[in-house]
């Protein structure tokens, strides 16, 4: 089975500061890796993924995740955020083969104070 | 395009009343999934499907909850009897089959259930 662990339940940080949300996994079997976000009264997004390749993945607004397979990570993290960042960041896994049911994270609420 | 459209967004039912809760995925995408996100937790899987056949069911609860895709578009996921426990957000998610490698999962807005 798989699992998802986002220790940090609630993040808050000043505008334009970094920030880094944190995220582990546990699999017996090899995984694709994914951030998805929840803007306030919207669904879930899909931020960022990592299937292969580079083990670092970036989004089209400024957030980039690494994937760490001997840690077991895939934090993601930005180097200076926005009021508009503020959201709910879920991190997510998902089988390379067999069932593709995704597993999430309890997910970070990220707030950003002006 | 639209998007997964899911209906109706918010649900408020007695206990013991049955609900009926409805997900239409993007056109074209033969794979829809249901997930249940309970208050402080992530998305938890709950069944699936590809065309009209239930492909996995593992993640329902119990046997008040059923889902079904007659004609392999729209679904319907069902809960009798409801409970308290019940109340989640439920949401739905629909891809491009997918027999291997990766289909990106859009998601609906959700329905919020609360039960009384």
């Known amino acids: 089975a798989q699992s998802v662990t986002q220790l940090d339940s609630q993040v808050p940080v000043f505008e334009e500061a970094p920030v880094e949300l944190r995220c582990n996994y546990s699999?017996?079997?090899?995984?694709?890796l994914f951030w998805y976000v929840q803007y306030p009264n919207q669904g879930l997004q899909l931020l960022l993924k990592?299937?292969?390749?580079?083990?670092l993945v970036e989004s089209i607004n400024g957030f980039e995740a690494e994937f760490n397979k001997s840690q077991t990570s895939f934090h993601l993290r930005k180097p200076s955020v926005h009021i508009s960042d503020t959201a709910e960041y879920f991190c997510?896994?998902?089988?390379?083969?067999?069932?593709?049911?995704?597993?999430f994270g309890t997910g970070t609420r990220l707030t950003v104070i002006p | 395009g639209a998007g997964v459209s899911q209906s109706p967004r918010y649900k408020v039912t007695k206990r013991g009343q049955d609900v009926a809760l409805r997900c239409d995925p993007i056109?074209?995408?033969?794979?829809l999934y249901w997930y249940r996100q309970a208050l402080g937790q992530g998305p938890e899987f709950l069944t699936y499907?590809?065309?009209?056949?239930?492909?996995?069911k593992s993640g329902l609860p119990n046997d008040r909850f059923s889902a079904e895709r007659p004609e392999g578009s729209i679904s319907t996921l069902t809960i009798q009897r409801t409970e308290q426990r019940d109340s989640a957000m439920y949401r739905c998610?629909?891809?491009?089959?997918?027999?291997?490698?990766?289909?990106?999962?859009?998601f609906g807005p959700g329905t919020r259930l609360t039960v009384l």
């Open positions: 998610a629909s891809s491009y089959q997918t027999s291997s490698g990766y289909n990106e999962q859009f």
């Open positions: 699999s017996s079997v090899s995984v694709y």
């Open positions: 990592y299937l292969s390749g580079s083990t």
């Open positions: 997510a896994v998902r089988r390379v083969s067999g069932a593709n049911n995704l597993f």
């Open positions: 056109s074209g995408h033969v794979s």
């Open positions: 499907f590809n065309y009209e056949a239930q492909q996995d």
